[in-house]
């Protein structure tokens, strides 16, 4: 597809279990972000990779969140050991190089019981 | 620092009237950019427009329209003649250098239009 696609749409998962979310940036955008959006909330900044760089990982809340991105492709982000306070939509959007404007994936919402 | 400022938390209004929504920037760098985006009750945002700081010419696109007013630190959206379709939480954000060409986003405006 043509857009930003991210995977699996939605997860439920138990207290301590570790999670994987995926994304696959627009095909040529260099740039990609994460972002995690509680319910009624706004847009919580976690992680930024831009083509080369070292990513800027000032967003991610704890040592239990990590990201990689495999050159200028998928991304991938990890939770272990979730919490409850976890349960979010966790948003992947990517861009062409700065300063292009952001294209969003449709999300993975994510529970954690 | 690099900030967007979204005072208003919510808004309503009824459809047919004008609503302005507030941006206010920092940034000490000379050349940025500033941007918006509109999240529908259905999740997915989408980009509505992008300025950079050299052009404070104001824009216009159909019911839409933005002023850029770099001597407020200002880049508000205004919506004419609102339609239910209109609600949704709308997203300044800005881009500069000093920020590491990340996009930085405000807090977001929720848009009610009552019909």
């Known amino acids: 597809g043509a857009g930003v696609s991210q995977s699996p749409s939605n997860k439920v998962t138990e207290k301590g279990k570790d999670v994987e979310l995926r994304c696959d940036p627009i095909s040529g955008h260099t740039a990609l972000y994460w972002y995690r959006q509680r319910l009624g909330q706004g847009l919580e900044f976690l992680i930024y990779?831009?083509?080369?760089?070292?990513?800027?990982k000032s967003g991610l809340p704890s040592d239990r969140f990590s990201a990689e991105r495999t050159g200028e492709s998928v991304s991938t982000l990890t939770i272990q050991r979730t919490q409850q306070e976890d349960s979010a939509v966790y948003l992947c959007?990517?861009?062409?190089?700065?300063?292009?404007?952001?294209?969003f994936g449709e999300g993975s919402r994510l529970t954690v019981l | 620092a690099q900030k967007v400022t979204q005072a208003q938390t919510e808004i309503s209004v009824v459809e047919k009237e004008d609503v302005t929504l507030d941006c206010v920037y920092e940034?000490?760098?000379?050349?940025?950019?500033l941007f918006w985006y509109k999240q529908p009750p259905s999740g997915e945002l989408v980009f509505l427009i992008r300025r950079n700081s050299f052009d404070e010419q104001n824009e216009i696109s159909g019911r839409y329209s933005w002023n850029f007013q770099k001597s407020t630190s200002s880049f508000n959206f205004t919506i004419t003649a609102s339609q239910v379709v209109d609600s949704a939480v709308y997203f300044c954000?800005?881009?500069?250098?000093?920020?590491?060409?990340?996009?930085?986003f405000g807090a977001g405006t929720r848009l009610f239009v009552k019909a």
């Open positions: 954000a800005l881009i500069c250098f000093t920020g590491g060409f990340k996009t930085i």
């Open positions: 990779f831009q083509g080369n760089s070292a990513p800027d």
């Open positions: 959007a990517s861009s062409p190089p700065p300063p292009g404007e952001l294209f």
């Open positions: 940034t000490r760098d000379t050349t940025y950019y």
